[in-house]
């Protein structure tokens, strides 16, 4: 079983940056598409950003020109570097993994944007 541990979320003002780790456990992070999702109160959960195993990458409109993905295969580790944040970034943000028909989650972690 994968296990996915978000961190770096927090309260920052807009126009701040953040970047949010998701590290797993595990052998099959490198072979395996990653993703970071938000849902905020109210909302649905939606894809943030993507990344395939072999580091292709899409975002969502909303964020792009301001958020990065990236993953380094090395430390099994996913990262989202979020700049130029709006009060509308507002969300619990989540970890995603999938391999086939395997997907994992992470437990979350709460970004705050004041105006």
């Known amino acids: 079983q994968v296990q996915l541990v978000e961190s770096g979320g927090g309260l920052v003002q807009a126009g701040g940056s953040l970047r949010l780790s998701c590290a797993a456990s595990g052998s099959i992070f490198s072979i395996s598409a990653m993703g970071w999702y938000r849902q905020a109160p109210g909302k649905q959960r939606e894809l943030v950003a993507g990344?395939?195993?072999?580091?292709?990458?899409n975002y969502a409109d909303s964020v792009k020109g301001r958020f990065t993905i990236s993953r380094d295969n090395a430390k099994n580790t996913l990262y989202l570097q979020m700049n130029s944040l709006k009060p509308e970034d507002t969300a619990v943000y989540y970890c995603?993994?999938?391999?086939?028909?395997?997907?994992?989650w992470g437990q979350g972690t709460q970004v705050t944007v004041s105006s």
């Open positions: 995603n993994l999938k391999r086939g028909v395997r997907v994992s």
């Open positions: 990344i395939t195993s072999g580091g292709s990458t």
